[in-house]
């Protein structure tokens, strides 16, 4: 099967971990030998590489096309508009890939599917490009797209719209499904395929000499994720002063860091908060292993891959009990939900998860459930079926 893989979340040379999850995805899929894809990634159009642009200079200086492990990358540019942007964005997102599209098939690409990840706005551009080269569109939702886009009138219908288009739709959750059911969507038209972890990047390691290495000698906890409010940095910082003897490593980049130093100075703990920056993957398995517990306290998540990969190196978690976390979060071994969402609600699943002290090899076990297999076939036979069933 020949797809063509579409989204603006996908990893690029100066975003080495922006989308992360859906190169993986894709790349186990690609690695059973019966699916080859090309990718198309838009990127903004920016005209300054300056650095007071902060991440937007970023932009102009992603190549138009890479290689990534094996993955024909393209990344045209499409143009965003201040204010008016979000309604606005299908349309622009869809004209800046047309182009590129078109030259992919001259060259003797002609694909058989799109594969588009985000259901808004990649979702809703793909839908209109399957349209333009009379494709079969399959969209992948994964959490923001349907939590919260809907919450506004015109993206709600939109994604109503592209959900119609689809000739398949994935799910990384069940809680997403329903969501979407929720929105109008049939839900024999949704299939729910979890996200898996990579078992031999995240492993358990030598946890002592890691430590020593880092310099880790108290209790420790570990916080990842972008440095925005959504992913509760500063919930799991307000638990500091009534966990003493616990340091806290925070690994992401974000515009939020100067907030959070700021949290940690006037909360009397910045001594025992380490910002670790961005934390490239094969890096990410040391501070794993390292931490005693892994904290994620995200308002909104779709199917968190940090919590899988936490546990696959032995390392249990405390969670919000969001999106799909609690059916990655599903047993004793994993660790346990925040009871409530607030640094109150960290402190006392910490405490209680601390005290219970789950057996690290146990957790490996468990995380050795998710592999990536059932989530390569799902998509291979649900593929094929909409391939056949669209040719005929």
């Not at 099967?1 to 040379?13: A, Y």
């Not at 979890?194 to 430590?211: K, Q, S």
């Not at 405390?318 to 047993?331: C, D, I, L």
Request: hydrophobic residues 45%; glycine residues 8%; aromatic residues 8%.
């Amino acid at each position: 099967m020949k797809l063509l893989t579409f989204s603006t979340l996908f990893p690029n040379q100066q975003q080495p971990n922006h989308g992360i999850f859906v190169e993986t995805r894709l790349r186990n899929l690609v690695a059973s030998g019966q699916v080859t894809s090309r990718v198309v990634a838009p990127v903004p159009w920016f005209p300054s590489r300056h650095p007071r642009f902060g991440q937007y200079a970023r932009y102009p200086a992603v190549p138009a096309r890479e290689e990534r492990h094996g993955l024909d990358v393209r990344h045209p540019r499409y143009v965003t508009l201040p204010k008016v942007g979000m309604n606005v964005a299908p349309m622009l997102l869809m004209q800046g890939a047309k182009g590129e599209i078109g030259r992919i098939i001259d060259e003797g690409y002609d694909f058989d599917a799109i594969d588009a990840h985000y259901f808004y706005p990649d979702g809703v551009a793909a839908a209109m490009l399957g349209r333009y080269f009379n494709k079969p569109v399959v969209i992948t939702a994964r959490g923001s797209d349907v939590n919260l886009f809907p919450q506004f009138p015109l993206p709600r219908r939109m994604i109503q719209w592209a959900a119609s288009q689809a000739r398949g739709i994935i799910t990384v959750s069940q809680a997403l499904k329903d969501s979407l059911v929720q929105l109008g969507v049939r839900p024999a038209a949704i299939t729910p395929l979890r996200n898996g972890v990579n078992l031999d990047t995240f492993r358990p390691l030598d946890r002592e000499a890691i430590r020593a290495t880092l310099g880790l000698t108290q209790y420790t906890l570990i916080s990842v994720g972008h440095l925005i409010e959504l992913k509760g940095h500063h919930l799991v910082i307000g638990a500091l002063p009534s966990l003493p003897d616990v340091v806290l490593l925070i690994a992401g980049h974000g515009p939020d860091r100067g907030k959070l130093e700021a949290l940690a100075q006037r909360l009397g703990v910045a001594d025992r908060v380490r910002f670790l920056g961005a934390v490239p993957q094969p890096e990410l398995k040391q501070y794993f292993n390292a931490a005693d517990l892994m904290v994620l306290a995200s308002s909104r998540e779709g199917w968190a891959n940090v919590l899988l990969e936490s546990m696959a190196c032995g390392t249990p978690v405390v969670a919000s009990a969001v999106g799909g976390s609690p059916e990655v979060v599903a047993t004793p071994a994993a660790g346990m939900l925040m009871p409530h969402y607030s640094s109150e609600g960290v402190l006392e699943a910490v405490q209680q998860l601390r005290a219970r002290n789950p057996d690290r090899a146990a957790t490996r076990r468990y995380a050795e459930g998710f592999s990536w297999d059932f989530t390569t076939r799902g998509q291979i036979d649900l593929f094929q079926k909409i391939i056949v069933d669209y040719a005929a």
